[in-house]
């Protein structure tokens, strides 16, 4: 029974997670939408066939793919050196730690839920099969194999991480030690590739090409090898194949093994981050937000600038800099990256293209910030003065990670693109103008619906309302980016009449959402 009761369980939890989805009209929709943006996706190809195309080099796709892995990877891996990683929900912890199955087991269990959820993780890379196939020419089954390259790499990830707290959480000297090396061995290989790039200029793209194709990246730890693996599977080389898939099994095999080595009893090193889990998890359904988990850097105390409305922003200063190392958020910084990578190869279709599929990939990862978390305090609601203008400055200290985002973002594609100057200034206002768009349009949900139990249907108004606030700047700025009008840049235009249409939408959006400080809702 024992030996059985492993499977059973994951049997049975993948059958209620079908009846839940089934009985749940908002999941149920959700998913048919997404299935249905998934098939249209596929079949969108084949409405305007085209003959005698040229596809670009599907080495730039495999050089690409390998790098979304790396970075994957080594940004998943970090959670070893602070609270380690989690394969287990507080349910595990609490009914299967206490069963008298053995540690292995319950072990396999949590890497098998974690595979699962690592695929499911990586579902957005269907959703590019449209671009993909008509710039590389690419079957929706490769697209699959770099679906399972990611959730391998995700996976892996996850299991390095706990590998690593595991061996350093109880050891500082050795944490440094693996710290270091961590960072060395990302400086170096971003000082080699660097170094490579700059001796010719004028090739950097074909160069890039190169060095993402070349073994020294193929042979870097799991994003490397399974960057190789999908690759292989994309052109099949078999070799390629092999050799990728060999050490991506050789090292589960060996990392598996030496977590049961270093504490057959494993469970009290993996509670913390359970209970951390649960607890954010348990946040979120509550309408609550975790601000930070270990030591914060008090630094200095006390509000010293700010009066009314004002102090909110001087607040979050403070609290930004005490919550967090760096100037942006690492899946901000994921994005970036891939839209960059995604820019490499469609440069020819020009940087409106490139910068629409920037904005879908923002929309999916932008929040309300530091907003949020006051809305869920009295604070906001007692000063006594305008709502709007309380918002306003609720919502100002985000501007300058925006700000960094969209210069970083626009420098590198001006870099690629050839763009000029003033291009770049006014691209990266267009930029700021969405990102303050779409944080009116999560207000404004709010001010709608107010706490709606449906996290599901509440993501597709969300995305339904952005689509429509969004409309009225792309049209009329498309339609005088037609007229034969030039000032300043072929782009200039365009962008700053969507830019001003965008800020007034914004503006009327967060007046129509000011009475959510009205009065404080009861949960």
């Not at 084949?46 to 080495?59: F, V």
């Not at 700010?306 to 760096?326: D, P």
């Not at 404080?520 to 949960?523: C, D, F, H, K, S």
């Given at each position: 029974?024992?030996?059985?009761?492993?499977?059973?369980?994951?049997?049975?939890?993948?059958?209620?997670?079908?009846?839940?989805?089934?009985?749940?009209?908002?999941?149920?929709?959700?998913?048919?939408?997404?299935?249905?943006?998934?098939?249209?996706?596929?079949?969108?190809?084949?409405?305007?066939?085209?003959?005698?195309?040229?596809?670009?080099?599907?080495?730039?796709?495999?050089?690409?793919?390998?790098?979304?892995?790396?970075?994957?990877?080594?940004?998943?891996?970090?959670?070893?050196?602070?609270?380690?990683a989690t394969m287990f929900k507080m349910s595990d912890v609490n009914l299967l730690f206490s069963s008298p199955?053995?540690?292995?087991?319950?072990?396999?269990?949590?890497?098998?839920?974690?595979?699962?959820?690592?695929?499911?993780?990586?579902?957005?890379?269907?959703?590019?099969?449209?671009?993909?196939?008509?710039?590389?020419?690419?079957?929706?089954?490769?697209?699959?194999?770099?679906?399972?390259?990611?959730?391998?790499?995700?996976?892996?990830?996850?299991?390095?991480?706990?590998?690593?707290?595991?061996?350093?959480?109880?050891?500082?000297?050795?944490?440094?030690?693996?710290?270091?090396?961590?960072?060395?061995?990302?400086?170096?290989?971003?000082?080699?590739?660097?170094?490579?790039?700059?001796?010719?200029?004028?090739?950097?793209?074909?160069?890039?090409?190169?060095?993402?194709?070349?073994?020294?990246?193929?042979?870097?730890?799991?994003?490397?090898?399974?960057?190789?693996?999908?690759?292989?599977?994309?052109?099949?080389?078999?070799?390629?194949?092999?050799?990728?898939?060999?050490?991506?099994?050789?090292?589960?095999?060996?990392?598996?093994?030496?977590?049961?080595?270093?504490?057959?009893?494993?469970?009290?090193?993996?509670?913390?981050?359970?209970?951390?889990?649960?607890?954010?998890?348990?946040?979120?359904?509550?309408?609550?937000?975790?601000?930070?988990?270990?030591?914060?850097?008090?630094?200095?105390?006390?509000?010293?600038?700010?009066?009314?409305?004002?102090?909110?922003?001087?607040?979050?200063?403070?609290?930004?800099?005490?919550?967090?190392?760096?100037?942006?958020?690492?899946?901000?910084?994921?994005?970036?990256?891939?839209?960059?990578?995604?820019?490499?190869f469609v440069k020819n279709m020009g940087i409106t293209s490139i910068f629409f599929y920037a904005t879908y990939?923002?929309?999916?990862?932008?929040?309300?910030?530091?907003?949020?978390?006051?809305?869920?305090?009295?604070?906001?609601?007692?000063?006594?003065?305008?709502?709007?203008?309380?918002?306003?400055?609720?919502?100002?200290?985000?501007?300058?990670?925006?700000?960094?985002?969209?210069?970083?973002?626009?420098?590198?594609?001006?870099?690629?693109?050839?763009?000029?100057?003033?291009?770049?200034?006014?691209?990266?206002?267009?930029?700021?103008?969405?990102?303050?768009?779409?944080?009116?349009?999560?207000?404004?949900?709010?001010?709608?619906?107010?706490?709606?139990?449906?996290?599901?249907?509440?993501?597709?108004?969300?995305?339904?309302?952005?689509?429509?606030?969004?409309?009225?700047?792309?049209?009329?700025?498309?339609?005088?980016?037609?007229?034969?009008?030039?000032?300043?840049?072929?782009?200039?235009?365009?962008?700053?009449?969507?830019?001003?249409?965008?800020?007034l939408i914004t503006l009327l959006s967060l007046t129509i959402s000011k009475n959510v400080l009205d009065k404080?809702?009861?949960?």
């Open positions: 029974m024992k030996s059985n009761a492993i499977s059973y369980l994951l049997v049975k939890q993948f059958k209620n997670t079908l009846k839940e989805i089934v009985k749940s009209p908002a999941k149920l929709i959700y998913g048919i939408f997404m299935i249905g943006i998934l098939v249209l996706n596929a079949v969108i190809k084949y409405i305007e066939p085209s003959t005698g195309q040229e596809y670009r080099d599907i080495r730039e796709l495999i050089a690409g793919i390998s790098a979304l892995y790396i970075l994957m990877f080594f940004l998943l891996i970090y959670n070893g050196f602070k609270n380690g199955l053995k540690p292995s087991k319950i072990l396999y269990y949590g890497l098998v839920k974690q595979l699962g959820t690592s695929l499911l993780l990586g579902f957005f890379i269907l959703y590019q099969y449209g671009w993909a196939s008509m710039v590389f020419g690419i079957g929706i089954l490769d697209l699959l194999w770099i679906l399972i390259g990611y959730g391998i790499t995700v996976f892996l990830a996850q299991l390095t991480a706990m590998l690593i707290y595991f061996f350093t959480s109880y050891n500082e000297k050795r944490k440094k030690i693996v710290l270091y090396s961590y960072y060395a061995i990302i400086l170096a290989y971003v000082l080699g590739i660097s170094f490579y790039l700059l001796q010719d200029k004028e090739n950097l793209i074909e160069n890039l090409v190169k060095v993402g194709n070349s073994w020294a990246i193929r042979l870097l730890p799991v994003g490397g090898w399974a960057g190789n693996m999908a690759g292989g599977l994309v052109t099949n080389d078999l070799l390629s194949i092999v050799i990728g898939l060999f050490l991506l099994v050789f090292y589960f095999f060996l990392a598996t093994f030496l977590v049961m080595k270093s504490n057959q009893d494993f469970y009290e090193d993996v509670l913390q981050a359970s209970e951390e889990q649960a607890t954010v998890l348990l946040a979120k359904k509550e309408g609550r937000t975790i601000e930070s988990w270990g030591k914060i850097k008090k630094g200095q105390t006390g509000l010293t600038q700010g009066f009314g409305a004002s102090v909110f922003y001087h607040k979050h200063k403070i609290e930004n800099r005490r919550s967090r190392k760096l100037l942006m958020n690492p899946m901000s910084f994921l994005f970036l990256v891939i839209v960059i990578v995604f820019s490499l990939m923002q929309i999916i990862s932008i929040s309300m910030g530091r907003l949020a978390k006051e809305l869920d305090k009295p604070y906001i609601y007692m000063i006594p003065e305008n709502s709007l203008k309380k918002i306003i400055y609720a919502i100002a200290e985000s501007f300058s990670e925006y700000l960094i985002e969209a210069l970083l973002l626009f420098i590198a594609l001006g870099f690629i693109m050839k763009l000029s100057p003033w291009d770049i200034v006014v691209l990266v206002i267009a930029r700021l103008s969405f990102s303050y768009l779409i944080l009116s349009a999560n207000l404004l949900l709010r001010r709608i619906f107010g706490s709606f139990s449906s996290r599901t249907l509440l993501f597709l108004m969300y995305m339904l309302l952005v689509l429509i606030m969004s409309i009225p700047g792309t049209v009329v700025g498309i339609i005088i980016g037609s007229l034969p009008i030039t000032v300043i840049s072929a782009y200039f235009l365009t962008f700053l009449t969507m830019s001003v249409i965008n800020i404080a809702e009861l949960r």
